[in-house]
């Protein structure tokens, strides 16, 4: 069973910076791995699938790097809606399996 | 636009069972498979299992084997979750979520219902 650990557990940032957040797997998933956005009382937001393509409607300020077991999101300047909890996710393809982070809180500073 | 609404919050206790609906609307139904996934209070997302609505096909989350089963209805593009003897653990908000985009049999879900609370306790 592949393992995911998220790195800081919580970044306190200021609008306007950048954050910088990471997903390590416990063996290679390849390049699929997703990043999710969830605020409180709402659904997650998928931002990110396949390390590095942004999902539809999703603003370029979100990019995502990475590949094998070591993953990065960055938020390159943080708006006021930036704030909320992130996940990473990776999925095997057969049998489909996905596996969540335990996630990263991005709180104002 | 793509919709997935679910059914309402229910109260359960502890050894029932109890089963969440999720309606799609706003796609074809059967192009799509369907995710559920759990988020207990306050802790973070976990993943319960997978159904294609072409064939359905499952796949469960191992910790979950034996108690969960999920199925679609195509008629009315519905995909229903039942989770069995139910525990103090399993209250959570439970989310259905459709395939996004991806070349894998499975891909990362991009829409999601509201989600439905299950509350369980004696």
């Known amino acids: 069973e592949i393992v995911l650990t998220q790195s800081p557990a919580t970044l306190s940032l200021s609008p306007g910076e950048r954050a910088t957040l990471s997903c390590r797997a416990s063996?290679?998933?390849?390049?699929?791995l997703a990043w999710y956005q969830q605020k409180p009382g709402q659904a997650p937001r998928l931002l990110i699938y396949?390390?590095?393509n942004r999902a539809t409607g999703i603003p370029a300020r979100f990019s995502g790097s990475g590949s094998g077991t070591d993953f990065t999101l960055t938020i390159s300047s943080l708006e006021p809606e930036d704030f909320a909890v992130y996940y990473c996710q990776q999925r095997s393809n057969w049998p489909p399996v996905f596996t969540f982070g335990p996630g990263t809180k991005v709180d104002i500073k | 636009q793509v919709q997935l609404v679910q059914s309402g919050a229910e109260v359960k206790k502890p050894g029932a069972s109890v089963k969440v609906s999720c309606k799609a609307s706003?796609?074809?139904?059967?192009?799509?498979?369907i995710s559920w996934v759990r988020q207990a209070p306050g802790q973070g997302l976990e993943w319960m299992g997978w159904?294609?609505?072409?064939?359905?096909?499952?796949n469960y989350a191992q910790k979950l084997q034996g108690r969960v089963t999920m199925t679609t209805d195509t008629s009315t593009s519905t995909a229903y979750m039942e989770l069995r003897s139910l525990r103090s653990d399993d209250t959570a908000v439970y989310y259905c979520a459709r395939d996004g985009p991806g070349m894998t049999t499975a891909t990362p879900p991009d829409y999601w219902g509201q989600g439905t609370l299950v509350t369980v306790s004696s």
């Open positions: 706003g796609y074809t139904f059967t192009s799509y498979g």
């Open positions: 159904i294609s609505a072409y064939n359905g096909n499952t």
């Open positions: 396949d390390a590095s």
């Open positions: 063996q290679s998933v390849s390049s699929y």
